[in-house]
């Protein structure tokens, strides 16, 4: 089993950055693909961005590409979500999610194992 905790969100201005954090433990992290999904509020949730087991390949949604960046780092179990350029419709709850296997997915339902969410909130 892996226990997923994400970290970071807040209340940010229109324009600025924020990086979410992701706590994995148990299970082994270094080699499943993880992703970021969100939710607003009465909306589906949303693929953000997605990335491999080494990081060595990466997608991100159309909404969000160039402005967010995702990383990791296996040695401490981390994955991280960049978010610049923030816009008030990037409001959302934000969660990590870790696959069973190497490969990334932009499907939601391709992941196991969820965090609780981070808040995220844009002011305009």
């Known amino acids: 089993q892996v226990q997923l905790v994400e970290s970071g969100g807040g209340l940010v201005q229109a324009g600025g950055s924020l990086r979410l954090s992701c706590a994995a433990s148990?299970?082994?992290?270094?080699?499943?693909?993880m992703g970021w999904f969100r939710q607003a509020s009465g909306k589906e949730r949303e693929f953000v961005s997605t990335?491999?087991?080494?990081?060595?390949?990466?997608a991100y949604a159309d909404s969000v590409k160039g402005r967010f960046t995702i990383s990791r780092d296996n040695a401490k179990k981390m994955g991280y979500l960049q978010m610049n350029s923030l816009k008030p419709e990037d409001t959302a709850v934000y969660y990590c999610?870790?696959?069973?296997?190497?490969?990334?997915?932009?499907?939601?339902?391709?992941?196991?194992?969820w965090g609780q969410g981070t808040q995220v909130t844009v002011s305009s």
């Open positions: 999610a870790v696959r069973l296997i190497s490969v990334m997915s932009t499907t939601p339902n391709a992941y196991y194992y």
């Open positions: 148990g299970g082994t992290f270094s080699t499943y693909a």
């Open positions: 990335i491999n087991w080494n990081g060595g390949n990466t």
